[in-house]
């Protein structure tokens, strides 16, 4: 079975602009996770998509979205970027919510100039 | 004072030492996840508890939800075994995580 897929690996973008990361789940999965790591705040939880449904968010600000499609892939988009936002972004998918066993993408890493 | 709280942040361990990475929360949780992450960022999740003790070859998870506390012990531990070890909680479909427990294992 192949396993979690998240693109592009790598962004570079400038302040100001748009991004969308992209996540494919383990074929069967029906919830995706989003997360955020940086070196100063460690892992935050970013939202939860469950059957194309949000099911829950974490503190972060209107400019972080997402959405799910019907065959479950995951988008995460997010608007004026700022310089705090360069980060490691990871998606995961789970065969329930999030507290079932996760199964972990490698990550976007997204640089902010 | 964070709700998901690591213990070492640092270790540095020889090969064939036991080791044990702890993990205290201040919240109700319905499941708490260890976590491991190699450098480059990929994350393997080690386990799911929500009660008692799990066990997966030189890996063992243990979880008090009383005292609101887990471990994860490696046994025989060996250079491979070295990466970041982060403990995560669940619950109200939220997942709070610690900071990490980094890990070295030298021959």
């Known amino acids: 079975k192949a396993g979690v897929t998240q693109t592009p690996r790598y962004l570079i973008k400038t302040r100001g602009q748009q991004v969308t990361l992209s996540c494919s789940p383990i074929?069967?999965?029906?919830?995706v996770s989003w997360y955020q790591q940086t070196p100063g705040q460690g892992l935050q939880f970013l939202f939860e998509y469950f059957s194309e449904t949000q099911r829950n968010k974490g503190n972060f600000p209107g400019r972080f979205s997402g959405r799910q499609f019907s065959n479950s892939r995951s988008e995460m988009n997010v608007s004026t970027l700022e310089l705090g936002d360069s980060a490691l972004y990871l998606c995961a998918s789970s065969g329930g919510t999030s507290g079932y066993e996760q199964y972990f993408g490698p990550g976007t890493r997204l640089t902010v100039t | 004072k964070n709700e998901v709280e690591q213990s070492p942040q640092n270790l540095t361990a020889q090969e064939g030492e036991f080791i044990t990475i702890n993990c205290s929360y201040s919240?109700?949780?319905?499941?708490l996840h260890w976590l491991q992450q190699h450098p480059g960022g990929g994350i393997v999740s080690l386990f799911m508890l929500s009660s008692g003790k799990k066990k997966h070859g030189r890996l063992i998870a243990t979880i008090n939800i009383q005292e609101k506390h887990s471990s994860l012990h490696i046994t025989a531990s060996h250079p491979r075994d070295s990466a970041v070890y982060i403990c995560a909680v669940y619950n109200n479909n939220d997942m709070r995580f610690g900071a990490g427990t980094r890990l070295t294992v030298k021959p």
């Open positions: 919240v109700g949780i319905s499941a």
């Open positions: 074929s069967g999965h029906r919830s």
